[in-house]
């Protein structure tokens, strides 16, 4: 093992020296000190895409959501709660940064105001949670004054896939796109994946596997287009 | 271990032969088929009564959350996710019960209309999410025409424990309420917990201890409460 880890560290790999930023896993929302809005995202996507550029010699920051998983050895983990916090963690770590992969299913909206004792039932019957619009992290990032080389968005839909991952790729200005479908249990939570990865003028279907091998493909074919980004 | 458990099988517990229903966990209440309304809940209180009350000769059906937890051997476990489920889960299993103990975390509220494909952000910065008042699980248990004798109920407050406790006590027609003081950090996914436990009458504290040790006391007091009814 001393010896695998010590070839590892002596081989350059295609992203040796690189500064990786990842998010990965959920959200959550509070609503009050026990209750909060979530999502189905158990960050092991993510996880695995950490591991799979740690492999290729990437220096990765892994920022994640509440999830029940142990770090990739080699990568550096800042674990937050809400989208506010995960912003916060990112644009902290920016500076530097080649590539940025936003896998994390980051919830849209938070209550607008949680509360800060356990709230009780009340006597209505019906009741209206006012929530606020989170700030977007990738639009954020692909707008940043230090902007990484590559910012890559994820897309989970139920319906259309193609169609909204291709209006987010140019909507949020990014590189490049790998969007899944989810729903009736594909996906989250799942250990395979499968993915379609959209780009400018560019297509790739990787079929359903394992997302520790699906996250190598696609760690692999982002650092193709990064070196074909970067030779120009 | 086999001598172990025949051995344990051939002593007569004090609860041998009694059914046994105890629900545990959160629930899940989706917004749509990505995102939910959640709290704290591990299981982890409600699976060690589960255990306890098996150790003891119960026949014990765990009706439970979503959790990540093997389910205690010996029980018989009913996996649900909504508020809705677990209250169908638990009617159907009332005949013959001679303890409920309502563990779980239930959600008061659940969106009123789950969308059943993945909301898109609105052009709006606010929402509002409407929800609606779920089926009062323990209310139910203890105004049923199969009413089982001990009808245990938990309170998680973080403010005036005591307080809340016997009104809840008293409001719901329970013959016990543990109740045990949560927010920054404390029970919800802990594995110690403390509790404050009231009947009509009566009260005792269990101070800091891991959550099986607990789960044995509570389960100890709740067979003497059990007997001490049955025997008027």
């Known amino acids: 093992n001393i010896v695998m880890h010590l070839s590892r560290k002596l081989q350059a790999g295609p992203l040796t020296g690189k500064q990786i930023v990842i998010t990965a896993g959920p959200t ?8 909060f809005i979530a999502n189905r995202s158990s960050g092991k996507m993510g996880y695995a895409l950490a591991q799979a550029a740690v492999e290729l010699g990437a220096k990765v920051t892994l920022i994640s ?10 990568c550096n983990r800042i674990m937050i709660e809400t989208a506010q916090q995960m912003f916060d963690a990112v644009m902290q770590n920016l500076a530097g940064t080649a590539i940025y992969i936003g896998c994390a ?21 019906d009741l209206s949670l006012q929530l606020r619009l989170n700030p977007d992290i990738i ?19 139920t319906d259309d896939l193609q169609k909204y991952a291709q209006h987010k790729l140019q909507q949020k200005s990014m590189d490049l796109i790998a969007a899944n479908q989810v729903g009736d ?35 692999t074919l982002i650092t193709e287009r990064y070196h074909a980004k970067n030779s120009i």
């Open 28 to 35: 959550h929302e509070p609503i009050d000190p026990v209750r």
């Open 65 to 74: 959501g509440p999830v029940a998983l142990e770090a990739p050895p080699g």
């Open 105 to 125: 299913a980051v919830a849209d909206y938070r209550p607008t105001h949680p509360a800060s004792a356990k709230l009780k039932k009340s006597a209505e019957d």
């Open 139 to 157: 639009t954020a990032v692909a707008n940043a004054g230090e902007r990484p080389e590559m910012v890559v968005g994820f897309a989970a839909e």
């Open 185 to 219: 249990g594909r996906a989250f939570g799942q250990d395979n994946n499968a993915l379609e990865i959209f780009w400018e003028g560019g297509h790739k279907s990787l079929a359903e596997a394992p997302k520790l091998e699906i996250a190598r493909e696609l760690i």
